[in-house]
């Protein structure tokens, strides 16, 4: 059975490092053409894509947010971690990690429960 | 950047069929996938690579995907499928995600 679980911090100041963990099971990201991404979903408004890596370490960003982001992975942990640089309170958002299957050009296919993050002062 | 747009509404009566499209620049040149979401839950995958249902899917579902543009088609719709719709795609190494069409079942 495969699951995902989204953890951080649930509040954060303006211009702090946001560092979420995505814990799986069920897969291994050593398997080929198994990778985790990271989405985001402001309130009330469509989903984001944020960044990816795959089973060969390979690691894919948003165009507009990849000078903020920094994606690893802890295969010995089946943990996967986002690092955002500088927030602002337009990244308030639920943030979810879903595992993508058919390498870089597969699809989402499991997601977790996703984690509500608010950026204020 | 590459961008998929969808229509932010469509309603349609039960029993009957839901069309949403998904369009972007040569998207039949690309896979496209479809994810459902209902209030407070997460995203539900429900066609991949254009028209394939995963295991759970009901088959009222199916996808199309040509020229353009990729369609979404629930057949048969119930009350259940009132829910917000995404299309996804791949370009240039970046996951990309249409904006999302609410899905009213009047």
């Known amino acids: 059975q495969v699951t995902l679980r989204e953890s951080g911090p649930a509040l954060v100041k303006p211009t702090q490092t946001l560092t979420l963990t995505c814990t799986f099971s069920g897969f291994s990201l050593t398997t080929r053409e198994m990778c985790v991404s990271w989405i985001r979903q402001p309130p009330g408004k469509a989903l984001e894509w944020l960044a990816l890596i795959d089973w060969d370490d390979d690691k894919y960003y948003s165009t507009s947010l990849k000078t903020r982001l920094t994606i690893s992975k802890d295969t010995s942990k089946n943990q996967v971690v986002l690092t955002v640089t500088n927030v602002d309170p337009v990244d308030t958002a639920t943030y979810y990690c879903a595992r993508i299957i058919g390498g870089s050009s597969g699809w989402p296919d499991y997601w977790g429960q996703g984690t509500l993050v608010t950026v204020s002062s | 950047s590459y961008e998929l747009t969808q229509p932010p509404s469509v309603s349609v009566s039960p029993g009957q069929t839901a069309s949403i499209p998904c369009s972007g620049d040569?998207?039949?040149?690309?896979?496209a996938s479809w994810y459902q979401q209902k209030p407070g839950q997460s995203p539900v995958l429900v066609i991949y690579q254009d028209n394939k249902r995963p295991s759970g899917i009901p088959e009222r579902f199916s996808g199309s995907n040509s020229g353009n543009t990729a369609t979404l088609t629930i057949s048969g719709t119930q009350a259940m499928d009132e829910a917000d719709y995404y299309c996804?795609?791949?370009?240039?190494?970046?996951?990309?995600f249409g904006g999302g069409t609410k899905l009213t079942v009047l």
């Open positions: 040569k998207l039949g040149d690309k896979y």
């Open positions: 996804q795609a791949w370009d240039s190494s970046t996951v990309v």
